[in-house]
């Protein structure tokens, strides 16, 4: 527009017949200043335009506060650092009372009593690009590094999420569920003794908003190096909710089967607390070719209310030895009950079939004390099975939990256990008589501080 109007301009101040010199001079300085306040509106609209296009540029760039940062920009979404620290503090038993025999003489366990630890120390960072998702976390708990979820995962298919990397195999419910959102400080004990893990492979998901079901296999051994677990596992789990009008009802099954290769087999449990490495029941090494888990699951809500529940069976393929059989089965169960005081309703994500973040309906600070849940437990352990000669104990722990989240991303949980053990393999309990009884009764107390990013 601007050259148009100088070529107007232009037109009109052409020399004319009978026009003087000064009156031609005139025009022309008239037609230099027009040109003049053209150029400097050009340059003005071309200052703002870049300065627009800088604040477009600017704007890309989304940052929100969801516990951490997340970064949002071209080529990239979701970017954020991850982390979690749990620092634990525990009292289990009397090792002044519970310990072992040798040549008849009593000696305590000194890994009971008080105890703490860091149980979770976790950094990582996670994001999205494209149709991509990444994933990287490692734990330095226990002055140790070690690989949590380390996976690519592609999202471009309709109902379908493909996930390749270290990551947690497709088996429980409670064991699926982040450590952060568990009822009590440690999941259900069969969880633990029967060796769920993180495994190197690939899996699979169909779904829909109530509904999942994730298939995948793995290679024995995973990030550790050992060249003995040469196995593999292959891993299946299924749930359907059932949506209310104040909750859901949650039924839930996983199958999965571990080729063991030259390693060998090895079934354990601490008494319900992590601080102590104790474990009171345990099945010593066992020659197994394979073994197949076989877990149900039962959960759900009602307004402040929620219950879990789950059964898992633990079926070993042993080496043929005489005077035994084959095959050996070890059982697990337990049932948590979750009691809001203060009204919420526990997290749960019902598209992955797993429990999730409880967010308080008043934070402290917020006008209210944040979400204060009492839980109860009941959470029962047979490493027995006579008929394949394994004597691993029997494990039962009656439980009680208070937590207290003053905003969603911080807990502090107090629990108590009273656990009975039958026939333990490991340790004997020193009567006031003198006797040693391998079938007894300890109380643990664990007390935790969380935050997670």
Do not use: C
Not at 79 to 92: C, E, S, T
Not at 334 to 348: A, K, N, P
Not at 432 to 440: E, K, L, P, V, Y
């Amino acid at each position: 527009m601007a050259s148009v109007s100088a070529m107007t301009l232009a037109v009109s101040v052409a020399p004319t017949y009978g026009q003087t010199s000064e009156e031609l001079q005139q025009q022309i300085n008239e037609l230099q200043e027009t040109i003049n306040t053209l150029k400097a509106v050009q340059e003005k609209q071309a200052y703002e335009v870049k300065e627009v296009q800088s604040y477009q540029k600017a704007d890309d760039l989304k940052v929100e506060a969801k516990g951490a940062p997340r970064f949002s920009g071209e080529g990239f979404s979701k970017f954020k650092l991850r982390g979690r620290v749990m620092a634990d503090f525990g009292v289990a038993g009397n090792p002044d009372k519970i310990g072992t025999v040798n040549a008849g003489n009593f000696s305590g366990d000194p890994g009971l009593g008080t105890t703490s630890e860091i149980r979770r120390a976790r950094l990582g960072v996670e994001g999205e690009i494209d149709k991509w998702k990444y994933k990287f976390e490692a734990d330095f708990a226990d002055n140790d590094v070690s690989a949590a979820d380390v996976y690519v995962q592609y999202k471009g298919l309709k109902a379908v999420t493909l996930t390749v990397g270290h990551q947690k195999t497709p088996v429980s419910m409670e064991e699926n569920t982040s450590s952060r959102f568990t009822a009590f400080m440690e999941r259900g004990m069969f969880t633990d003794a029967f060796g769920f893990s993180r495994e190197l492979g690939a899996t699979a998901k169909f779904g829909g908003d109530n509904w999942s079901w994730k298939s995948g296999a793995f290679a024995g051994g995973g990030f550790g190096g050992n060249d003995e677990a040469n196995g593999y596992v292959l891993a299946s789990r299924a749930h359907y909710s059932i949506p209310l009008d104040s909750g859901f009802i949650h039924l839930g099954g996983s199958l999965e089967y571990r080729d063991k290769g030259e390693e060998q087999s090895r079934f354990r449990s601490r008494p319900g607390i992590h601080t102590t490495d104790t474990r009171l029941i345990d099945t010593g090494s066992l020659d197994a070719r394979s073994s197949l888990f076989m877990g149900a699951e039962l959960a759900g809500s009602y307004g402040p209310v929620s219950l879990a529940a789950e059964y898992g069976a633990m079926n070993i393929d042993l080496v043929r030895q005489a005077g035994r059989d084959d095959s050996a089965r070890l059982d697990g169960a337990f049932v948590h009950l979750t009691y809001h005081l203060t009204g919420e309703q526990r997290g749960y994500k019902m598209s992955d079939g797993v429990w999730d973040r409880t967010k308080p309906l008043k934070p402290l600070g917020q006008g209210g004390y944040g979400a204060i849940a009492l839980n109860l437990g009941l959470d029962w352990l047979d490493l027995d099975d006579n008929s394949a000669t394994i004597s691993g104990g029997e494990q039962l722990a009656y439980q009680l939990g208070l937590t207290w989240m003053p905003i969603s991303h911080v807990r502090f949980i107090a629990n108590f256990s009273h656990v009975e053990i039958n026939n333990s393999s490991t340790a004997v309990r020193l009567r006031d008589t003198g006797q040693f009884d391998n079938s007894f009764g300890l109380n643990t107390i664990g007390l935790r501080a969380q935050v997670d990013w």
